[in-house]
């Protein structure tokens, strides 16, 4: 992620010394894979967002998959999500030929709208998987109601906490969290699983590494399993990233704050919904919705030309070719998704970001959209 110096990047991770030596440490032990860090990573991310259980796995989509799987997602089951999201929660219902059924979003929240997820639930519902966009708590109280199974997208969502103080990932549900490059903790891949279940644990863990239980013999199997193996050196980075995570989360909100104060004059401009009820978001991204009827590609060519970063974020799942070909969706299912979907924009947003840098993110935007 090396940018020119004069360029504004749209993330950029926290990485120092403590990761570098984490890894020589790994290196060095000669045990990169299946090796005692992962469960040391695991034990330490489970007690802090005070979960029975969490499983390291290779990414968030990894996490989602067999999140689903332990629930007993089967095909033919449907599952109610969200289709303002990353296209990676609707693929992992698809990867056991389970249906994704989409309902609208909150216009506030940007989260599934309980009310709409209710009206999608049929007979054949199974699951639902909401999704904790932009680092915003999903509504679960309102969506446990149906007594349905739940597995959270909870891939943008570490540091958030719900309502009643519960942090995400902390409900019971199998809970899934990625470690991409630009996530609150990065482990360059990976993922991990947070679970209240010992049996979904060990469901997890074998499937995770091609079907073997943790006391067979190398090679033998006794189920379908994967390879959606994390390896020590990613695990020891993320035990240093968690050791930093309150730093890095803060950081977050300073900026986020920052850009609030920065962006405030700027009309029309639609900014990520404030705290509200006792939810907290951890920040992740910091997208702004842009006023109607301004075209996104040129304020994105405007803020390029002035050295910022930006990226159209999110697009809805169901417009995107392959949902629309396989499920014949079409615009106009989901007015609020969509009108949010074509007005979003995702702005340089990191740890290290400097009041300077907002600033001439916010005058660069004043500037393009002429307010
Ligand atoms: C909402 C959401 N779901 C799922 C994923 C998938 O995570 P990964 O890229 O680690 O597979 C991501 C991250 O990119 C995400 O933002």
Known sequence: ???????????????????????????????????????????????RLGAAHASAVSSGTAALHLGLRAIGVQAGDEVVTSPFSFV?????????????????????????????????????????????????????PALEAHGLPIVEDACEALGAAHVDGIAVGGRGHPAAFGFYANKQLTTGEGGMLTLSSAEHK????????????????????DRLGFNYRITDIQAAIGLVQLERLDGMLADRARVAAAYRAALA???????????????????????VQLP????????????????????????AIHLMSFY???????????????????RSLALPFFPAMTEGQVARVAEALARVLDR
Request: charged fraction near 25%; proline fraction near 8%; hydrophobic fraction near 45%.
């Open 1 to 47: 992620m090396s940018v020119a110096a004069d360029i504004v990047p749209l993330a950029q991770p926290v990485l120092g010394e403590a990761e570098e030596a984490a890894v020589i440490e790994v290196l060095r032990s000669g045990q990169l894979s299946l090796g005692p860090r992962i469960g040391t990573f695991e034990q330490a991310f489970a007690a």
């Open 88 to 140: 990676a929660s609707a693929n992992s219902i698809l990867y056991e030929g389970a249906r994704p059924v989409f309902a609208d979003i909150d216009p506030r929240t940007l989260n599934l709208d309980p009310a709409a997820a209710a009206a999608a639930i049929t007979d054949r519902t199974t699951a639902l998987l909401p999704v904790h966009i932009f680092g915003y708590p999903a509504d679960l």
């Open 202 to 221: 060990a469901q997890v863990d074998s499937e995770r590494n091609q079907g073997r239980a943790p006391d067979m013999g190398w090679l033998d199997h």
């Open 265 to 287: 004059g700027i009309e029309e401009l639609g900014l990520p919904c404030e705290d509200a009820g006792g939810d907290v978001r951890g920040w992740f991204v910091f997208v």
């Open 292 to 315: 109607r009827g301004v075209a996104r590609d040129d304020v994105m060519a405007g803020l390029r030309a002035a050295g910022v970063q930006s990226k159209p974020y999110l697009p």
């Open 324 to 342: 629309r070909e396989r499920f014949g969706h079409r615009p106009g299912e989901f007015p609020v998704c969509e009108d949010v979907a074509e």
